[in-house]
């Protein structure tokens, strides 16, 4: 962003921002990214840039809530879905959706968390789809309906096959998958998925170079930690 400024590029500079932001949420850095956040989309709202203001808004309500505030957070994420689709702009709006649907699968608004993954998933490509099935599938465990998170959790893992990885929210799609089918009884398939998911987990983690950033993706990510808690109940402490 530095660079950006001394070029005099505020545009380029605050449109960069809202992706080092987006970095720090992968990262589990939820407290960094909203600071980071707020103060792209101030800049945005100034400039009057609607595309960047929506990605702002969309960013920065997932970090608010991961960071403690899960009603803000909502409240910041739906107010991004408005924007997107005063935008017509469907990815905006899929992504907004989408991680409405995962907070409002943390507060236990499971009808609505339904709803906006439902919603994203009609809207979305291929890598998007993966995790908007998945938060689906989250959903209907938590409305106690155990076929339909079946359903939706082996389409999102068969298309996360298919396309080998995801940008955002592989790791929530792969402990879905796995809890889904703890739930269902079919421990085995269970198993294999809490296995991957510790091990595509592991991969990634093995390419962040900083050792403070890594344990942070490892332990901070609530999915992250969840996957190696549980993994640690199948097997002997990873060396």
Same mark, same amino acid.
């Given at each position: 962003?530095?660079?950006?400024?001394?070029?005099?590029?505020?545009?380029? @500079?605050?449109?960069?921002?809202?992706? &080092?932001?987006?970095? *720090?949420?992968?990262?589990?850095? !939820?407290?960094?990214?909203?600071?980071?956040?707020?103060?792209?989309? +101030?800049?945005?709202?100034?400039?009057?840039?609607?595309?960047?203001?929506?990605?702002a808004k969309h960013n920065l309500?997932?970090?608010?809530?991961?960071?403690?505030?899960?009603?803000?957070?909502?409240?910041?994420?739906?107010?991004?879905?408005?924007? +997107?689709?005063?935008?017509?702009?469907?990815?905006?709006?899929?992504?907004?959706?989408?991680?409405?649907?995962?907070?409002?699968?943390?507060?236990?608004?499971?009808?609505?968390?339904?709803?906006?993954?439902? *919603?994203?998933?009609?809207?979305?490509?291929?890598?998007?789809?993966? =995790?908007?099935?998945?938060?689906?599938?989250?959903?209907? =465990?938590?409305?106690?309906?155990?076929?339909?998170?079946?359903? !939706?959790?082996?389409?999102?893992?068969? =298309?996360?096959?298919?396309?080998?990885?995801?940008?955002?929210?592989?790791?929530?799609?792969?402990?879905?998958?796995?809890?889904?089918?703890?739930?269902?009884?079919?421990?085995?398939?269970?198993?294999?998925?809490?296995?991957?998911?510790?091990?595509?987990?592991?991969?990634?983690?093995?390419?962040?170079?900083? /050792?403070?950033?890594?344990? @942070?993706?490892? !332990?901070? &990510? /609530?999915? *992250?930690?969840?996957?190696?808690?549980?993994?640690?109940?199948?097997? /002997? /402490?990873?060396?």
């Amino acid at each position: 962003m530095r660079e950006f400024d001394r070029a005099e590029d505020e545009r380029q @500079s605050v449109t960069f921002q809202t992706s &080092v932001g987006f970095a *720090h949420i992968a990262l589990g850095q !939820y407290d960094r990214a909203e600071s980071i956040l707020r103060d792209a989309l +101030a800049r945005a709202e100034r400039m009057n840039l609607a595309l960047t203001r929506a990605i702002a808004k969309h960013n920065l309500g997932y970090a608010v809530a991961l960071a403690g505030d899960l009603a803000e957070g909502i409240g910041i994420e739906r107010a991004a879905i408005d924007d +997107a689709v005063s935008q017509r702009d469907r990815w905006i709006e899929c992504v907004s959706h989408t991680y409405l649907a995962a907070l409002l699968n943390l507060a236990s608004d499971f009808d609505t968390a339904l709803e906006s993954a439902l *919603h994203a998933a009609e809207l979305s490509d291929g890598p998007n789809r993966v =995790l908007a099935l998945a938060l689906a599938a989250r959903a209907e =465990l938590g409305r106690g309906q155990l076929d339909a998170a079946v359903r !939706y959790a082996n389409e999102s893992t068969e =298309l996360l096959q298919t396309l080998g990885s995801v940008e955002d929210g592989e790791g929530l799609a792969r402990l879905t998958a796995a809890e889904v089918f703890t739930a269902a009884g079919d421990a085995e398939r269970a198993r294999s998925l809490f296995l991957a998911a510790r091990d595509r987990l592991l991969d990634r983690a093995s390419k962040v170079s900083d /050792p403070e950033l890594r344990q @942070s993706f490892l !332990y901070r &990510v /609530p999915e *992250h930690a969840r996957t190696l808690e549980l993994c640690g109940a199948l097997e /002997p /402490p990873l060396t």
